[in-house]
């Protein structure tokens, strides 16, 4: 029997100083740098998020930064980007304010969440 496993997943990068971008931050395919739209995003495995601990999962000063998303939550809070602001207009991104970050770190995938907690706590 196969187990059902949950995915594909995004890796949701909120840094303070990207805070006044206007589209959430999301990272490519194998860790190849950033991306804005949503099309452009990598998708990873549970396996992935579960084994990459603090490099996929990150918390600074008491608020989580960096963390695994699965894509089927983003996608349905996804919009077009403003005209000229893409290369292309190519979309749909996820608007960066503090409404729509907050939400966001609500949805962050819990096993992984919990697995960094308690690394953290054993380290």
């Known amino acids: 029997m196969i187990k059902n ?6 890796i949701c990068d909120l840094r303070v100083e990207w805070n006044r971008r206007p589209y ?21 495995t ?8 603090r490099y996929y999962t990150t918390v600074e000063v008491g608020s989580l930064i960096r963390f695994p998303i699965l ?24 608007r960066n304010d503090s409404r729509m970050r907050a939400k966001l770190r609500k949805l962050a995938y819990q096993p992984a969440l919990l697995a960094f907690a308690n690394a953290e706590a054993s380290s």
């Open 71 to 94: 894509r089927s939550l983003v996608e349905p809070m996804a919009v077009a980007p403003e005209p000229g602001r893409i290369d292309g207009n190519t979309g749909p991104v996820i």
């Open 24 to 44: 959430v931050t999301f990272w490519r395919p194998n860790n190849a740098n950033y991306a804005y739209p949503l099309v452009w995003a990598g998708d990873y």
């Open 5 to 10: 496993t949950p995915g594909p997943f995004l």
């Open 46 to 53: 549970e396996a992935d998020v579960m084994k990459g601990g």
